[in-house]
């Protein structure tokens, strides 16, 4: 490691409310710094991790945390949610430290590069995907000379945003794996607590970009392609966290796990075969699924997969371009449940397009299929996406207030036309309970209790679903931003 070369902390912050559901806030390492970490390793660059999920009131805890690292240059993974946060730790920093160079990435960069360069404390950020590009914008110096020829930068020059050609990596499998030992003990991070059957728990990314165009979501922008790493890098990375970390759960955060079949299929046989033992559980999409499918993923460990259903309508799932049947859903729901694997639903009450009938057949179908855990929540136009740009058509929405992008808040985002907040709230209890207080809900949880530690998880279940009742039945949340699950 050659000390002359610049230092660099990078920061991935997680703004967690101090409302009753703050206590099961979770969190699990965050792999973007985690993978741009590696890529600087790789070509020699000192760097360090601070990966945190903090409270409103520990902006000075924060700031002084990334001084203490003595780093000539801080790189912030912003969320939409966190960015004010974020910033206001940015300017203090900046006052404090007249030398530092900030770098930015992440979601909210993605979504909006120009805004979010034009504050003056930023120096540079990045669209799309930068592990190449934080190499060699530490190896330019900052020349802006150099700058300009890197691809996926955008900086300030003479007061002029300059938008360099984003970049995208073609070929996943040359990235270095994850550096999981900057972060701090695995025991800091928290996973949710219904989404686990053993610990310790860590994520692991083995595709990038979505294949679906999903209007709400930014994925479904479809500029970050669909690339997948080999299966052997996948095995080879999961064999490192089982024996190098005591690893025994995983969440594959890859939009949709399932897109590619046939990797899937060898990546599945590949840990029967090679007797890894691993407890899983993904995102999947209801096309392409079968029962084979379903059951080899559950001999290699899954046991939970996770559907995003949205709406129990099919022309609200067309307006939303989701690109599913409901009788797809309804099919793979079945198997899956069938198979024995967990299911849990992703719902929205409210999506544009939405009228009373069809959030009334959003609130049966989810009492209908054999779900063992719903996500309900209200629609978030989040800049960037399709909706931001044509989500007035169908309904209101404010579009300047990023303090009200929170994906689980309680607060109504998104009214559709011909509703009002009150029967979006009306019918957003109406799903809740009839599915959280259905006997039948309450039998199929009963029936996935097999061991002692399914008990410890399910009192946890129990004591975090009284306190998101007890928010839905009084509206009482103060300001807090889950991330997306
Ligand atoms: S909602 Fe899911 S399927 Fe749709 S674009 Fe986003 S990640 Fe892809």
Not at 165 to 192: E, N, T, V
Not at 312 to 340: C, F, H, P
Not at 421 to 447: H, M, Q
């Amino acid at each position: 490691m050659q000390s002359d070369k610049p230092k660099t902390t990078l920061v991935s912050l997680s703004v967690v409310g101090d409302g009753i559901l703050a206590k099961y806030y979770h969190k699990l390492p965050s792999l973007g710094i985690a993978y741009l970490a590696s890529s600087l390793e790789r070509a020699g660059y000192q760097v360090s991790l601070f990966d945190k999920s903090v409270s409103l009131n520990q902006k000075e805890y924060v700031v002084n945390e990334i001084l203490s690292r003595k780093p000539d240059i801080v790189g912030f993974y912003i969320i939409t949610e966190s960015f004010h946060f974020t910033l206001d730790i940015i300017r203090t920093l900046k006052a404090k430290h007249k030398g530092l160079k900030i770098w930015v990435g992440g979601p909210h960069v993605y979504c909006l590069p120009e805004e979010t360069i034009a504050h003056e404390e930023i120096d540079c950020a990045c669209v799309f995907e930068g592990e190449e590009m934080i190499v060699k914008l530490l190896d330019s110096n900052f020349d802006s000379r150099e700058m300009a020829k890197i691809d996926g930068l955008i900086y300030k020059e003479n007061n002029k945003i300059i938008q360099n050609k984003p970049a995208l990596i073609k070929d996943l499998d040359s990235l270095a794996k994850p550096a999981r030992h900057l972060f701090g003990p695995l025991k800091d991070y928290r996973p949710s607590i219904v989404s686990y059957k053993k610990l310790p728990a860590t994520g692991i990314l083995t595709s990038r970009g979505c294949a679906s165009r999903c209007t709400f979501c930014h994925s479904g922008k479809g500029e970050l392609t669909m690339r997948y790493h080999s299966p052997e890098y996948v095995i080879d990375e999961i064999s490192q966290l089982v024996t190098d970390y005591g690893i025994k759960e995983l969440f594959f955060f890859d939009d949709t796990f399932t897109t590619n079949r046939p990797r899937v299929i060898e990546i599945c046989e590949t840990i029967i075969r090679n007797n890894i033992k691993i407890s899983w559980s993904s995102m999947i999409r209801v096309t392409g699924i079968n029962k084979e499918l379903l059951q080899l993923m559950k001999r290699a460990g899954c046991w939970l997969v996770q559907i995003g259903v949205e709406s129990g309508s099919q022309e609200v799932l067309n307006l939303m371009k989701k690109d599913i049947k409901l009788e797809q859903v309804k099919n793979v729901t079945r198997m899956a449940y069938d198979v024995g694997l967990e299911v849990k639903g992703y719902f929205i009450i409210g999506n544009a397009g939405d009228t009373v009938e069809t959030l009334d057949k959003t609130i049966d179908l989810i009492k209908e299929l054999p779900f063992h855990y719903a996500s309900i929540n209200h629609l978030t136009p989040l800049p960037g996406t399709e909706l931001w740009e044509t989500g007035h058509l169908y309904g209101d929405f404010e579009k300047k207030n990023y303090d009200k992008v929170n994906y689980l808040s309680d607060s109504v985002n998104y009214i559709p036309k011909g509703l009002t907040e009150e029967i979006i709230n009306k019918k957003f209890k109406e799903a809740y309970l009839g599915f959280y207080l259905n006997p039948k809900t309450i039998f199929r949880f009963l029936k996935t209790i097999k061991s002692f530690d399914d008990i410890k998880r399910m009192l946890g279940a129990i004591s975090l679903l009284s306190a998101m009742l007890y928010v839905k039945i009084t509206g009482i949340i103060k300001n807090g931003t889950p991330t997306k699950s």
